[in-house]
T-cell receptor, first 113, second 110 residues
Framework: DVKVTQSSRYLVKRTGEKVFLECVQD?????MFWYRQDPGLGLRLIYF???????EKGDIPEGYSVSREKKERFSLILESASTNQTSMYLC????????????FGSGTQLSVL | EDQVTQSPEALRLQEGESSSLNCSYT??????LFWYRQDPGKGPEFLFT???AGEEKEKERLKATLTKKESFLHITAPKPEDSATYLC???????????FGQGTRLTINP
């Protein structure tokens, strides 16, 4: 069974902390994505990566950075967490075939206090 | 800029009462339109991909259709276990990312 695993289900952090969200996929997919999901706003793309060490900004990259040192792992970094980054964070991966579907992880609910 | 609008935001039905969810989209060239189901506290789960106007796909009580401007997700004789948020997303030709709508929260009462 295909799997996208996010390291934490729930996370509580303080304002100003550096936060790491980890995502691992076991499907040898080239493309990986980080979305955040907020009520009324839907899923919004933060960053994506189409290859190791390659990254592209999504629609809302401000306040975030990413790292992809290995093909299977894609990390989202909040350099200095703020309360407006409280959200559900979803990692996803997909291959490179025609419109291959996204596989999602279970999400990380991050609360910044 | 690609845009996806889903309606209604929320829908309550009685068990067995069929209905449709709408997804209107604006994209310069469509590579694919996707439907996902999301249960509370979980990541979205893939349902269908549609590629061109006139295409239809079915899975159990769900049927997705596509025109040049919108897609419908028809639910026939729904059951309480069909309660979830249904998400629509589009992928533009030449792009890797998907743009999502806000979703329709569907509740089926027994």
């Amino acid at each position: 069974d295909v799997k996208v695993t996010q390291s934490s289900r729930y996370l509580v952090k303080r304002t100003g902390e550096k936060v790491f969200l980890e995502c691992v996929q076991d499907m040898d997919h080239e493309n990986m994505f980080w979305y955040r999901q907020d009520p009324g706003l839907g899923l919004r793309l933060i960053y994506f990566s189409y290859d190791v060490k390659m990254k592209e900004k999504g629609d809302i990259p401000e306040g975030y950075s990413v790292s992809r040192e290995k093909k299977e792992r894609f990390s989202l970094i909040l350099e200095s967490a703020s309360t407006n980054q409280t959200s559900m964070y979803l990692c996803a991966s997909r291959g490179t075939g025609r419109s291959e579907k996204l596989f999602f992880g279970s999400g990380t609910q991050l609360s910044v206090l | 800029e690609d845009q996806v609008t889903q309606s209604p935001e929320a829908l309550r039905l009685q068990e067995g009462e069929s209905s449709s969810l709408n997804c209107s989209y604006t994209v310069s060239g469509l590579r694919g339109l996707f439907w996902y189901r999301q249960d509370p506290g979980k990541g979205p789960e893939f349902l269908f991909t549609l590629y061109s106007a006139g295409e239809e796909k079915e899975k159990e009580r769900l049927k997705a259709t596509l025109t040049k401007k919108e897609s419908f997700l028809h639910i026939t004789a729904p059951k309480p276990e069909d309660s979830a948020t249904y998400l629509c997303a589009v992928q533009e030709r030449g792009a890797q990312k998907l743009v999502f709508g806000q979703g329709t929260r569907l509740t089926i009462n027994p």
